[in-house]
């Protein structure tokens, strides 16, 4: 697998890695001796890179990835801290930071994390130096190795790369969310910061796989967030209109390579956009991890298949989404 350097880490990582929120909660059910599928054939099929989170399933994440990470060198992984408090800036405290990141030790049974980010804080968290001066401190005493941030919004995103040792943004991009083209990609690329694309598949609406009769578990964030009862919408659908993002996905179906489906081609859509260093698509079984592999080994996308995504973003997302996030 083609693999980048993950912005002011150091460390190079494969193109595609392995989001994990679905291995913690929020996407149904998924067992643990499946959770442990998944990260194994990720890990075997040359995955690199590892994103997770103490709040996903309350730290049941981290603690699979502990186990799998027992096993296999190599790997990178990054985790994120807090989304488990009230959110409000006092909270994004040194006294927090240490605590929160105690327990992500605890449970990915390391000293060192890789990569600790912030985890969407509330925005004024972005321009508040002692929040950095707090992470810096924890780098001094070898909690973390690097931090970056998770944000919600371009603006969050150009705040935090302004920050000297911010090593990589964890943004939403995909063939639905194209605003990061504009500027936040281009900044990061100035700065040598990783990108680190999530929501890839716009929870799966860009898989191809659903039809206006898909029901989701009522345990599945597609089910309870779709007007953002929960959490930020964004993170849902990546915004878009359940019937909407159908069309939009069968707009773009004529235009896959041959061989490839609907997922790869949208995976495979970020990895060609300059900037992006890893996309981070979840699974919830080995064939899902496989089929996600299989994007890093597609031929870049030709100028008329990049055009198409463009005019279908144009036609029919970008007037409910770009000026939102």
């Known amino acids: 697998m083609e693999t980048r350097r993950l912005g002011r880490t150091g460390r190079d990582v494969g193109v595609v890695g392995l989001g994990a929120w679905q291995l913690g909660a929020d996407w149904g059910s998924v067992d643990e001796s499946d959770a442990l599928a998944v990260l194994r054939t990720a890990v075997e099929g040359g995955v690199t890179f590892i994103d997770t989170a103490d709040v996903y399933g309350d730290g049941r994440s981290e603690r699979l ?8 060198d ?8 807090g989304r488990r408090a ?58 973390i ?6 944000v919600e919004t371009c603006a969050e ?7 000297p040792n911010v090593a990589s943004v964890q943004i939403i991009l995909n063939a639905f969310r194209l605003k990061p083209l504009d500027e936040v990609l281009p900044a990061a690329r100035e700065a040598g910061i990783g990108i680190i694309a999530r929501v890839p598949l716009a929870s ?17 964030h597609r089910t309870y967030n779709r007007h953002g009862e929960a959490f930020d919408v964004g993170e849902t659908f990546s915004g878009v209109d359940f019937t909407t993002g159908l069309e939009a996905v069968r707009r773009l179906m004529p235009w896959l390579p041959a061989g490839a489906t609907m997922a790869q081609f949208a995976l495979r859509w970020i990895i060609d956009q300059p900037g992006v260093t890893v ?10 991890v496989a089929g996600n592999l299989a994007a890093a080994q597609l031929s870049p ?14 036609a029919l997302i970008r007037p409910h989404l770009h000026d939102r996030w």
């Not at 990835?65 to 296999?72: D, H, P, S």
């Not at 190599?74 to 801290?81: I, S």
């Open 65 to 72: 990835i502990g186990q799998v990470l027992a096993e296999y």
């Open 301 to 314: 996308l030709g100028a008329d298949q990049l055009a198409a995504v463009r005019e279908t973003y144009d």
């Open 74 to 81: 190599g790997l990178t992984v990054a985790t994120k801290m």
């Open 204 to 220: 799966g609406l860009l898989s191809g796989k659903y039809d206006e009769n898909t029901v989701f578990d009522a345990d599945d």
């Open 145 to 150: 190795a690097s931090y970056g941030v998770s």
């Open 279 to 288: 996309v981070i698509p979840g699974a919830r079984n080995p064939a899902q």
């Open 157 to 163: 995103a150009l705040t935090a790369i302004a920050r």
């Open 86 to 143: 009230d959110q409000v800036p006092e909270n994004y405290s040194p006294a927090n930071f240490r605590a929160w990141n105690d327990r992500s030790r605890q449970n990915l049974g390391v000293d060192t994390i890789d990569l600790v980010q912030l985890h969407c804080p509330p925005t004024p968290v972005y321009s508040t130096g002692a929040v950095f001066d707090a992470l810096d401190a924890m780098v001094a005493e070898g909690r």
